[in-house]
């Protein structure tokens, strides 16, 4: 067989998409999860204004604090589909969980030390990976479809 027709092309949409929107879905979501366990103790306002002023400024930020993150999931995203056809949500649940974990490990040094108690914050970190690669994995889903063997005679 051709050598093209059994590697296909390195998707290249797959790393940008990866790069370009993931920070941006990761900072929005992290506004909305840290908004969310505001509202236990101040106003619906409070947290409405927190999240606007979060998310202006944190959108040019995110590319800052997940940017080499999102490039990375995007590459090992990018060869899963190239062997692939498609990506797998299983796959990408995994991937970015260890992200997430891999990330809090080195933001915070000692997570797994017995007086850090901000079990919210870290859950919102884990929740910060995992949404936006599934968003983008439905997205790119609907783009690279496997191919699959037909019952019907041509």
Do not use: C
């Amino acid at each position: 067989m051709n050598r093209t027709t059994d590697h296909p092309k390195f998707p290249v949409a797959v790393v940008l998409l990866f790069v370009a929107l993931g920070p941006p879905l990761g900072a929005i979501t992290l506004n909305v999860l840290l908004g969310l366990s505001l509202l236990m103790s101040v106003s619906i306002m409070d947290v409405l204004s927190f999240m606007i002023i979060g998310i202006l400024f944190g959108l040019p930020f995110s590319f800052l604090v997940g940017g080499v993150q999102a490039l990375v999931v995007g590459l090992i995203a990018a060869f899963y589909v190239r062997e692939k056809g498609t990506l797998s949500y299983h796959f990408m649940t995994s991937l970015s969980l260890i992200a997430g974990v891999l990330y809090t490990i080195n933001f915070y040094g000692q997570l797994w030390d017995r007086t850090f108690t901000d079990h919210w914050l870290i859950f919102s970190l884990w929740l910060t990976h995992l949404l936006p690669a599934l968003v983008l994995t439905r997205v790119i889903r609907s783009k690279y479809q496997p191919v699959r063997a037909s019952n019907h005679a041509i």
